[in-house]
């Protein structure tokens, strides 16, 4: 009997991603999305994501973010357009937190909404950011990361509409996330200490890094962190600790407290996370601010940091 080598058969291209053999056009897709626009399929993705079968639902994910994020000659987004005109269906995905069996593909639909500005602002504008404290904390591991995820992109991606939004709010803002510093859940209290860290030393919020470290609350909620029983938790908390220190223009409440602690400080700093002593930006920092509690109370502070994170100058 003869043998036959078997038939290759090329997989059929998919007509918004292509396929391994066949490459799309981007004019091609600009072309299917606007067709889409017209038919209300993004909508109607949404409104009955939770009717569709698991693989269903990824491929509505998939065909919902590229006809968000695609733009056209101009710079244009059509699908950010439409879906900005109506913004129910970004409540709808928010909501969608709260179905578990779509929970994370509306929140990957939302973070290809947040790659465009004004669908960013909108969330931010809208309320619906402060909505997110409270799903970062649900007791699902997987919906409260993945709610973290998408938490961190709306506040980091477009930086100076962040900064407009936390100067604007900033007390409504900060008493939510404090919060989460005293979260029972070591991953949350991780997750956004972290991010804390990230938000006061990007230069685009520097006047809401300045308003932060003034307030003695907050500095004794990040000496406490500190001592935390987890080191990674302590280690994170000396990178928002350090920019109540570098700050030239420490009240003097601030100050006071510092002071008052000194010798407790410094004690305690000289042995702090020692093993990371090959980091050479971590002990070159550590030791500017040992520097800077050894000289309060003895003449003018002249110590700044500067790295790679930002400046706290």
Not at 215 to 232: A, G, I, N
Not at 267 to 280: A, N, Q, V
Request: glycine share 4%; net charge negative; with cysteine.
């Amino acid at each position: 009997m003869q043998d036959y080598a078997p038939m290759w058969i090329p997989t059929p291209a998919h007509p918004v991603f292509g396929s391994a053999e066949v490459e799309v056009s981007k004019a091609k897709v600009l072309e299917i999305a606007k067709e889409l626009l017209k038919t209300d399929l993004l909508y109607l993705l949404v409104k009955h994501l939770v009717d569709l079968d698991f693989e269903a639902r990824k491929d509505a994910a998939q065909v919902f973010g590229a006809a968000v994020r695609i733009k056209d000659a101009e710079d244009k987004a059509p699908g950010s357009a439409y879906v900005l005109q109506r913004p129910y269906i970004m409540n709808m995905l928010f909501l969608g937190y709260g179905e578990p069996s779509i929970a994370l593909n509306c929140g990957s639909m939302l973070r290809d909404c947040i790659r465009d500005e004004s669908l960013a602002r909108y969330l931010l504008d809208s309320g619906i950011v402060l909505d997110f404290f409270e799903k970062v904390e649900v007791a699902n591991f997987e919906i409260a990361s993945d709610a973290f995820s998408t938490f961190k992109d709306l506040l980091t991606r477009h930086k100076a509409v962040v900064a407009h939004y936390l100067q604007e709010n900033y007390q409504t803002f900060f008493t939510q996330y404090m919060k989460l510093l005293q979260s029972g859940n070591y991953v949350t209290r991780r997750q956004s200490l972290k991010l804390l860290g990230e938000l006061l030393l990007d230069r685009s919020n520097v006047k809401v890094m300045v308003r932060f470290v003034s307030e003695v609350q907050h500095l004794m909620m990040m000496m406490m962190l500190l001592k935390d029983q987890s080191r990674s938790i302590q280690f994170e908390a000396f990178h928002v600790f350090k920019v109540f220190v570098a700050n030239p223009n420490k009240p003097l409440s601030i100050i006071d407290i510092l002071t008052n602690n000194k010798e407790k400080l410094l004690k305690y700093l000289e042995e702090f996370h020692t093993d990371k002593d090959e980091d050479e930006q971590f002990k070159e920092e550590k030791a500017v601010i040992i520097k800077e509690i050894s000289m309060l109370g003895t003449g003018p502070s002249s110590q700044s940091l500067h790295g790679s994170n930002g400046s706290a100058s």
